[in-house]
């Protein structure tokens, strides 16, 4: 029975960690989540989750305990991208998704004889720049850093199969306005300062939270799910048309443009990364069967935002 099931949550206190625990729980799920700070994630998550403190960076497995007559794990660790690149940050950056991965899947392998199921993240940083081409879940990866460590990291993750049903959910740009690159264009827009980066002809495979989150949930509930996903909104806009319609609803200009040459000078390598064309759109996920609460980017700001553009149609089928 569901109500029975535990799940063992990586990342619960990240931005879509502290989204999926409660709905979860709302779903029946008992959750455990394996934390560096048991204090500190005990103030921002629901106090029925049980809390197992585990520091990765030291190299060791997960408790064992934490895997007690556990049904599934959703992996959503990872160190932020959105800073420059050092050596030292693209060291971090493997090592919180490459390397925890697999030490937690030895953990699974040890310890998880009840574990039915892996549900690990990825994004669509696994296809690389890829222009005006699609992006389906068969196309090869990329040969940058952000290719290479999807690869990688959706590896790692596949070391549990064939016992543990595993999906690697390959997400697009988050809009959360509390986190990620919603949150820090918002201030922008609001200064007056908005526009795009480089030309604005990029593809922006751009997601709601929420859907983020009922991906996670079906994912795990669907038994025939197995693979990778691509976790991005089927109205896939240009770079420069999310922009402009951001501008729209906060009622500002958006006129600026930010070449890459200034980019690079301020991110160094990150650049690339953040004006690469990603056509990735939710072929697999549509086809069995999942559907979007905001499939049109109009719908999703303006519920984020909270403003009067939302329609009627805003929960209608993906």
């Known amino acids: 029975m569901a109500e029975a099931r535990r799940i063992v949550v990586t990342g619960a206190t990240g931005s879509i960690g502290q989204r999926l625990v409660p709905e979860l729980q709302r779903r029946g799920f008992r959750v455990r989540a394996l934390v560096r700070s048991v204090e500190r994630a005990a103030r921002v998550l629901p106090p ?3 809390l197992f403190a585990w520091e990765p960076g030291r190299e060791e497995l997960p408790p064992a305990e934490a895997f007690a007559q556990v049904w599934g794990v959703c992996n959503l660790a990872g160190a932020p991208i959105s800073r420059r690149w050092t050596p030292a940050v693209k060291a971090q950056i493997v090592a919180s998704r490459v390397e925890l991965t697999r030490r937690l899947v030895r953990a699974l392998q040890q310890w998880g004889q009840t574990v039915q199921v892996l549900v690990s993240t990825s994004a669509v940083g696994y296809y690389g720049d ?4 699609l ?3 068969e196309r090869p990866p990329g040969k ?4 290479k460590v999807c690869q990688e990291w959706e590896a790692a993750a596949q070391e549990a199969a064939p016992r543990v049903r595993v999906v690697c959910l390959r997400l697009g740009v988050v809009l959360d306005p509390r986190a990620g690159a919603l949150a820090q264009l918002l201030p922008v827009m609001r200064s007056f300062l908005g526009g795009t980066l480089g030309s604005g002809q990029q593809w922006f495979p751009w997601v709601h939270w929420a859907d983020v989150v009922a991906a996670f949930a079906w994912a795990l509930e669907t038994p025939t799910a197995s693979g990778a996903y691509n976790v991005a909104a089927p109205g896939i806009v240009r770079f420069r048309e999310f922009c402009r319609e951001l501008a729209r609803l906060l009622g500002r200009p958006c006129w600026l443009r930010v070449p890459v040459w200034a980019l690079r ?11 690469a064309s990603q056509r990735a759109e939710p072929f697999r996920l549509r086809a069995e069967g999942f559907q979007f609460a905001y499939a049109r980017l109009e719908e999703a700001l303006g ?6 553009f939302v329609r009627a149609s805003s929960q209608s089928a993906g």
């Open 48 to 50: 029925q989750v049980e």
């Open 265 to 275: 000078l301020r991110y160094g390598e990150l650049a690339d990364a953040l004006v």
């Open 130 to 133: 890829c222009g005006e081409e």
């Open 135 to 137: 992006c389906r879940e």
């Open 303 to 308: 519920e984020l935002l909270g403003t009067k």
């Open 144 to 147: 940058d850093f952000l290719a």
